[in-house]
């Protein structure tokens, strides 16, 4: 950045716009992810009642992958709720019960926050660039060719996570420290 460029932004909210996060930088990566756990987490949000499709027509779910550093919640933070498939597990989403949409996820041992790409104004919204865990897609469904399609996490994604990582100092910020949260 030189002189008085600003930095890239992008504001995330939820489908009734009660809860809002600002997103400055570049992601890190747009991808879909087809991991059963998404898919699982996908259709209960889908079946909740009003809520916005999580789930693409191929089962797939697109994110943005962008640096937790790099992110505050601006408004309606009371609105959200936590949702983990289990108890113990390390990702969670955060679902905004004003209107029954997942916002995010967070791997909570990790550096980054995936925002669903659905809540990006569409003029914000990054192509997917890649899709992963593509073996876990569901059956008969056929991918196109316009993304790099992966069965796992892909060395060029992992690649993307530690430059990330790197730049922030190999420190992996919980959400809750982050200005605004839980206000």
């Excluded at 569901?138 to 730049?167: C, I, Q, T």
Aim: net charge positive; hydrophobic share 40%; proline share 7%.
């Amino acid at each position: 950045m030189t002189g008085t460029q600003q930095p890239e932004k992008r504001i995330a909210s939820c489908r009734c716009g009660a809860v809002t996060l600002e997103l400055t930088g570049p992601p890190i990566v747009a991808a879909t992810c087809y991991c059963a756990s998404c898919q699982a987490a996908g259709a209960a949000f889908d079946a909740l009642p009003g809520a916005p499709g999580t789930l693409g027509g191929d089962g797939g779910t697109p994110y943005v992958l962008m640096r937790k550093d790099r992110m505050v919640w601006l408004s309606g933070t009371g609105e959200l709720d936590e949702h983990r498939l289990k108890p113990d597990s390390p990702t969670r989403r955060f679902v905004a019960r004003c209107c029954n949409a997942p916002v995010a996820l967070e791997f909570t041992k990790g550096h980054w926050l995936s925002v669903y790409s659905a809540h990006l104004a569409e003029a914000e919204r990054p192509a997917a660039e890649m899709r992963t865990m593509v073996k876990e897609r569901p059956a008969g469904v056929e991918l196109a060719d316009d993304a790099l399609n992966y069965d796992g996490h892909s060395g060029r994604f992992m690649w993307r996570l530690l430059k990330a990582w790197a730049a922030m100092g190999f420190r992996a910020p919980p959400v809750e420290a982050m200005q605004g949260y839980g206000r």
